[in-house]
């Protein structure tokens, strides 16, 4: 899939990686770039086509499909995380989040699939996280979330197999966004990051590993519970 004159939505599009995806398509010279959020006048950038769509109300899901449905590539990037606890956690928060990083993007999948069949089959990227592998406490709503994102990812992959659909899937541990603000520890930048994942579509990758926390989680995956979350804190902590 290039994206050189290709169609693409961007969810999240206002700020973020989000952003920077619109960014780096207008530099791959895609046809046409629609730019999704919950407040389509904070997108401001000549040429891109802004979309008001929070992916959590499945009748703006069903008006997003309805009005772009020239699209050819699906850049699931819109996330919350509201560092709940998943054991002591308000249920409400709990829900907000699996229906923000899981709900929505299999809203969005279910309405676009037909439409990228139609369009040639195309692409779906998913931002999942290097939390879709291990957890820490207080973030077990994110970590839920985004576990079920990545079987989102690997079944939107098997079952779209056949009309042509290239599903990616996007693993990192922190970014240099708002969202991990005020945290001490190693960053993957946006630029980065964006360009890793716009780099796997055009390539055929099914998954990415953006920096070197993703592939140390990844790689831990085959030990014991016991072992794996020992080799993991023991990593956090700087042992």
Do not use: C
Not at 45 to 52: A, E, H, I, K, M
Not at 74 to 101: C, F, H, K, P, Y
Not at 176 to 199: Q, R, V, Y
Request: glycine fraction near 10%; hydrophobic fraction near 45%; charge should be negative.
């Amino acid at each position: 899939m290039q994206l050189k004159n290709a169609v693409v939505l961007v969810t999240g599009a206002n700020r973020g990686i989000g952003s920077e995806f619109v960014a780096q398509l207008k530099q791959r010279g895609a046809a046409k770039i629609y730019a999704a959020s919950r407040i389509p006048g904070a997108i401001d950038v000549d040429g891109v086509v802004p979309l008001r769509l929070d992916i959590t109300d499945p009748s703006q899901v069903r008006a997003a499909a309805e009005s772009a449905g020239d699209v050819q590539v699906l850049i699931n990037n819109a996330g919350i995380s509201t560092g709940t606890s998943l054991i002591s956690g308000d249920v409400a928060e709990i829900r907000r989040e699996m229906d923000t990083n899981f709900f929505g993007p299999l809203l969005m999948t279910q309405a676009f699939a037909p439409i990228l069949k139609a369009n040639g089959g195309g692409a779906i990227l998913n931002v999942v996280s290097a939390l879709s592998w291990f957890t820490v406490p207080g973030a077990g709503a994110y970590a839920a979330s985004k576990a079920a994102a990545w079987q989102l990812t690997d079944s939107a992959r098997l079952e779209l197999a056949d009309q042509g659909t290239h599903v990616v899937g996007v693993h990192m541990g922190l970014v240099d966004t708002d969202m991990a603000a005020g945290l001490e520890a190693p960053k993957i930048s946006p630029t980065a990051l964006a360009a890793a994942s716009l780099d796997a579509i055009e390539s055929g990758l099914d998954e990415v590993l953006a920096d070197d926390w993703a592939r140390f989680v990844k790689s831990g995956l085959t030990l014991s519970p016991s072992e794996r979350y020992e080799k993991l804190f023991s990593a956090l902590s700087g042992a």
